[in-house]
């Protein structure tokens, strides 16, 4: 196979993390015979530096022109404190999102048996967890009209979404849940909110159409209470954008392999995927940042290809990696740490 | 002091437990000379019943003319799996926040040293919380304009915040803070929402007035994650309704102790008091629910009256009770379990 893939590295350890994934997935196409052609682009606080904005048009034209994108990490600490200003790395993310239709956030959380000590849970709460949240990630609130009024004394943003923006999400969450544990879990505050019913009603009238499928409907608030208690009672679980936000990102922390935890972004065309940590900007330059969650992304681009083997190869040469030690200093635990670059070119030697 | 307080037990467990409140509350009036009378009144799915809406006029004109609202717990299964239905439990809540204005919905967890193993997570992590929400509760997206539009087919809600909204809010969050650890944390998504960004330039404007207390500003996403890893970094949390929801139910399945969180819900007037799980509607009339949350509540109550020896003689009781042994099954971990009217009878008795 022949594959053009964007490389967006953005900010902080981005360079870093994407330069092993890289290396891995050369390693796994030259196994497999594939041929991956690299396109790096600008993106988040790189992109504002050089051409004043996050997501620069020809950065989009790359994209739209690759068969997938694999992205570092945006974000710098300069624009932390000031939510207000007037360009801002994580604008462009948002604008990526829309302009390629990457509707469908997925996000695994799921455990490595030799890292279940450094969950904040107990051992036999997390045990056995392996849970993916589908996240709608181009409508609701985010992309709701929202301004001011009143002389700026009032503040609006609306929710809005459609039936057939529910449908594409849900079908993805349907059909996945039809590769796994055949369980899915519609989590909306259909007690409250107009769009969580429109939620709730469409996902119930496509019910009849996967009659394997255990379909269950749960208030954000009381999942936000079970991810905590017991997270390995879920299989998939498909939300709207704010609660997809906030879930994801509690159930990344529950498995204490955050810095593993592989993400994708999927559309009806390209997909872009990415670690789910941050651009972590006092690790840049380092060479101390953890790159497998990059790498385990780019398994989750081959497997997004259908190529399920190359995707498998990742996902082995990695838990060797863990299982013999060979790990940056975040996993270290006391024993030797090695750097960012070392890790990279074990898994690539041993793909 | 001569008290005058609307009891709404509600459905499920709610009368059982609200019953030992009254009977703790009436120990403590009796000890320091107060006199409390107490007003019932109809709520919830037993209201719907009676009279066919969950928070009738009659209720609302007993609460509106007493000091405070002691409230059990409201919900019943056969409105469960109907978010659509046209009368809920729910809206009595929703309609009696608004009526009463009760902005402010506090939410406190902490943890019972001898309860630390009952958390999902590890001793180290949970040792020591001690924090403090203040949800706003009668604005943002669950009263904003809601509905459809092309023929069903598009859903909205509206999320709305004056600065009015936020002022009131944080300032009792300032307060609160100035009475604890001098620490509080707005939580918002000021990074992709106009209302958050009226939040934070809010509460930046209020800090000169309490220099003493040290502000930090986190999103939303982040403040899930931080509050499994380190719940025990926060003191006093102020946020807007929904995120509220959502990180209220999730803070407190950390503690271990659910089932003894009190709340309390105020406004510029009157103040309402419940425990914060729901109505546990299979264990209805069989006396194994335990009514600590609801007894603490009232230990909320008499503290927002200024009574605050009469609050500390019911959390020192209810404290007696918990190393004694004198819990009911819950938390009776293989021993004795006494029953809810037991538990009540023993406190009561004790104050
Ligand atoms: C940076 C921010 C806009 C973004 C979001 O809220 O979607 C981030 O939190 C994420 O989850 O990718
Ligand atoms: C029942 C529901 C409407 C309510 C809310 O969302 O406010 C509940 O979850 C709560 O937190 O009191």
């Not at 390995?232 to 498995?255: H, K, R």
């Not at 955050?258 to 995927?273: C, N, T, V, Y």
Request: proline share 5%; charged share 25%; aromatic share 8%.
């Amino acid at each position: 196979m022949k594959l053009n893939i964007a490389l967006l590295a953005g900010d902080g350890i981005g360079p870093e993390v994407i330069d092993q994934a890289v290396k891995v997935s050369d390693a796994v196409a030259a196994k497999f015979g594939h041929e991956i052609t690299w396109k790096p682009a600008l993106t988040g606080a790189a992109a504002i530096d050089a051409v004043g904005e996050p997501y620069p048009d020809e950065t989009h034209e790359i994209c739209k022109n690759s068969d997938a994108v694999l992205f570092g990490a945006i974000g710098h600490p300069r624009f932390d404190n000031d939510p207000s200003a007037k360009v801002r790395p994580e604008q462009g993310l948002l604008k990526m999102r829309k302009a390629l239709g990457l509707f469908a956030n997925v996000r695994p959380t799921f455990t490595f048996p030799s890292l279940l000590d450094k969950s904040p849970l107990k051992k036999e709460r997390i045990e056995g967890t392996d849970l993916v949240f589908l996240r709608e990630l181009t409508g609701g609130i985010y992309f709701g009209e929202k301004g001011r009024r009143d002389d700026g004394e009032t503040a609006y943003d609306n929710c809005v979404y459609t039936r057939a923006e529910v449908q594409r999400l849900a079908k993805k969450g349907f059909e996945l849940a039809m590769t796994r544990g055949k369980k899915l879990c519609c989590v909306d505050k259909a007690n409250v909110l107009e769009t969580s019913r429109l939620w709730r009603e469409t996902v119930q009238a496509m019910e009849k159409d996967y009659p394997e499928v255990e379909v269950s409907y749960e208030f954000v608030d009381a999942v936000a209470m079970r991810l905590v208690q017991w997270p390995n009672s879920y299989d998939v679980l498909i939300t709207e954008n704010l609660f997809g936000d906030i879930l994801t990102d509690e159930a990344s922390v529950i498995s204490g392999s955050m810095g593993l935890m592989p993400s994708a972004s999927l559309g009806s065309d390209i997909g872009l995927f990415e670690p789910i940590h941050g651009s972590y900007p006092q690790a840049t330059g380092l060479n101390i940042a953890n790159p497998m969650a990059t790498v385990l992304s780019a398994a989750m681009m081959f497997e997004n290809f259908g190529l399920l083997d190359e995707g498998k190869a990742i996902r082995t040469v990695v838990n060797e990696a863990l299982n013999k030690g060979i790990v940056t200093e975040d996993l270290a635990d006391g024993g030797t740490a090695y750097g960012t670059k070392e890790v990279g070119d074990w898994l690539a030697a041993n793909i």
